[in-house]
T-cell receptor
Framework: ELKVEQNPLFLSMQEGKNYTIYCNYS?????LYWYRQDPGKSLESLFV?????AVKQEGRLMASLDTKARLSTLHITAAVHDLSATYFC???????????FGKGTSLLVTP | EAQVTQNPRYLITVTGKKLTVTCSQN?????MSWYRQDPGLGLRQIYY???????DKGDVPEGYKVSRKEKRNFPLILESPSPNQTSLYFC??????????????FGAGTRLSVL
């Protein structure tokens, strides 16, 4: 079973600052997903990372995948309040379609 | 509009009273799944289905049943709900084709309280 560990679980950061959320996973996986969840809302797909070295960027968010280290990162550049949400990473084992989620990182961006 | 529709969105019930949460998707996806979300635990998979009449247990299947008689529908059944099944439930679906990248699309969620 693929286990996914995120850290930090809680993150309070000031607007304009940079920070990185880390996602480690336990077994071989060639698919890593990042989702965003706003309070009281459903999950929205942010990034799909499909190979070693994959890097995806959307606005102030950039995700990367290192399959050898079994590590994905979500980097936040010059944070703004609108980025306040909970971010989940999820991995899919190489066999099967089930997603295993991390516990989520609750991000609060303050003025 | 492509979507995953869950009903009801909110449900309060009592212990032991059977209930069904429906899930329907209009994207012709093969894969469908149910998750529960509890504070501090992230999302945990309950059951999933690879296609019609093909279902399998996830990480926390106890106390739940599912069926997949049609491709678009994947209802979650609680035969005898208990208070520890109070949670936020999400249905999700995805295509299993390579091009689709297996991105899972989530329903809006069903908040269930079992008294």
């Amino acid at each position: 079973e693929l286990k996914v560990e995120q850290n930090p679980l809680f993150l309070s950061m000031q607007e304009g600052k940079n920070y990185t959320i880390y996602c480690n996973y336990s077994t071989t996986s060639d698919r890593l997903y990042w989702y965003r969840q706003d309070p009281g809302k459903s999950l929205e797909s942010l990034f799909v990372l499909l190979s070693n070295g994959a890097v995806k960027q959307e606005g102030r968010l950039m995700a990367s995948l290192d399959t050898k280290a079994r590590l994905s990162t979500l980097h936040i550049t010059a944070a703004v309040h609108d980025l306040s949400a909970t971010y989940f990473c999820a991995g899919r084992p190489n066999s099967g379609y089930a997603l295993n989620f991390g516990k989520g990182t609750s991000l609060l961006v303050t003025p | 509009e492509a979507q995953v529709t869950q009903n009801p969105r909110y449900l309060i019930t009592v212990t032991g009273k059977k209930l069904t949460v429906t899930c329907s998707q209009n994207m012709n996806h093969e894969y469908m799944s149910w998750y529960r979300q509890d504070p501090g635990l992230g999302l945990r998979q309950i059951y999933y289905s690879m296609n019609v009449e093909v279902t399998d247990k996830g990480d926390v299947p106890e106390g739940y049943k599912v069926s997949r008689k049609e491709k678009r529908n994947f209802p979650l059944i609680l035969e005898s709900p208990s208070p520890n099944q109070t949670s936020l439930y999400f249905c999700a679906s995805s295509s299993t084709g390579v091009i689709a990248k297996n991105i899972q699309y989530f329903g809006a969620g069903t908040r269930l309280s079992v008294l």
